[in-house]
């Protein structure tokens, strides 16, 4: 087979991915808790009863395959649009289609719209009618949580369907049938390692799209054989695919945030640094992640060991000024010291202590001897005379700080944690309630 065979025949005109797309529900790979035989999806396309509906899952696990399955079994129009390119004009013109077909030749309209995440307010109202009254039967598909993403209005009247990620026993069964397939990779007389197509289907993250991206290039990429047939090798497999842009949707990005917050407060140091990195590869701003370890230090930290909050700012300060590759040095660092430092909230505590006693009790009468007397007419000299100097009395003396009405209030509380107990330990010494 030469260059111009393969600009002329099917094999050379399509990505491995569309070739390989299945026709029919039993040759789709994965989602079985969605497609099994006797689920509530699989009857309705069998049946032709499908509904509105949302297929939401991430990047080439069979959302948009799934839909154009839907397309083939049903005997009704199938529309397709993308909501980033389509505006309300298109939508309108679908359901005026929608609405001559059903009365004119009464089939039904599906109208599948990819990204539906991407549609506004306006673009939604505009098609919320036509679903309400069953003139189209509505098939979104997105990466986003369409809870969170998409009109309630719409969301509320479609059954939403969550897709995983497929496993990599699922792309590796996929990828060896491509090879074989007389719609796939046939043609070639490919064959490929087995550690080459398991490297494939790992390094895919569960997006079957990526790994038949990448199981293609290494095929057209190796020379032939004297015989033509091509071996595709693990070395030929790693240059392939490379690795996988380690990408992920709004929620996604906060899981792994959140998880990140948890591993430091839970004093695991692998993990947060895992969570770390596994965001910086996704494309979030290292700089996120090093204000959120300064207010950890903070927060979980506190006075158990108030270095950790120097050693957050320092790590911070540090990227600010040298940047990457080597300011992730003291960002793991500071994450591996606010994981190990002692653990305590009792700052946190006492900041909502004396949040809520400043809005709900607001006693401005502040004890006269604190008061302002830079002008010297506003207290009297025995009022004057009534502040006592700490440094006067070895740096610390008793007297009334807080107003009348909430004397002997205590908002912190030091723990049994690190440097806590030296704190407790100095204000027993000082008779101070704790």
Avoid at 358 to 378: C, W
């Amino acid at each position: 087979m030469d260059l111009f065979d393969l600009n002329n025949n099917e094999y050379g005109a399509k990505p491995l991915a569309d070739k390989m797309r299945p026709n029919n529900l039993d040759e789709f790979v994965g989602q079985g808790h969605i497609v099994s035989e006797g689920s509530l999806l699989r009857r309705a396309i069998k049946l032709d009863r499908l509904g509105s509906c949302i297929f939401w899952g991430p990047p080439g696990c069979g959302k948009t395959t799934l839909a154009h399955i839907v397309a083939s079994t049903t005997h009704g129009n199938f529309v397709k649009l993308n909501a980033v390119q389509s505006g309300v004009a298109d939508v309108k013109k679908a359901v005026e289609d929608a609405k001559n077909a059903l009365k004119l030749y009464g089939k039904k309209t599906y109208l599948l719209l990819d990204e539906c995440h991407r549609f506004n307010k306006t673009q939604s109202d505009s098609l919320l009618p036509a679903i309400e009254q069953g003139t189209i039967i509505f098939i979104g598909s997105t990466t986003e949580n369409p809870y969170a993403s998409m009109t309630p209005a719409i969301v509320s009247r479609c059954r939403v369907f969550e897709f995983k990620r497929l496993s990599d026993a699922e792309i590796l069964g996929a990828l060896e049938k491509a090879l074989t397939s007389r719609k796939g990779l046939y043609a070639y007389k490919a064959k490929a390692d087995k550690e080459a197509l398991e490297h494939i289907a790992r390094m895919s993250a569960g997006d079957l799209r990526t790994a038949y991206n990448a199981l293609e290039l290494a095929v057209l990429t190796t020379p032939p054989a004297a015989d033509g047939s091509i071996h595709v090798t693990l070395a030929d497999a790693e240059q392939s695919i490379q690795r996988k842009a380690l990408s992920y949707n709004e929620d996604e990005y906060y899981d792994f945030l959140s998880a990140f917050c948890k591993s430091l407060r839970g004093s695991d140091a692998d993990a947060a640094l895992y969570y770390a990195f596994r965001l910086i590869e996704g494309g979030c701003d290292p700089l996120i992640i090093l204000r959120r370890l300064v207010v950890h230090a903070s927060e979980d930290v506190g006075m158990a060991d108030p270095n950790a909050l120097v050693v957050a700012v320092s790590a911070l300060t540090a990227f600010e000024r040298i940047g990457a590759p080597e300011g992730f040095i003291p960002m793991s660092n500071a994450i591996v010291y606010v994981c190990e430092a002692e653990k305590s909230n009792s700052v946190v505590l006492a900041m909502g202590a004396a949040q809520r006693a400043a809005r709900e009790v607001r006693d401005d009468n502040i004890p006269p001897y604190l008061k302002d007397n830079s002008y010297g007419d506003r207290l009297t000299k025995s009022q004057s005379k009534n502040y006592k100097y700490p440094h006067d009395y070895g740096g610390w003396v008793e007297q009334q700080y807080l107003p009348d009405s909430l004397k002997g209030s205590v908002f912190y509380v030091p723990k049994e944690n690190g440097f806590e107990k030296t704190v407790k330990e100095i204000r027993k010494r000082k008779g101070k309630k704790s």
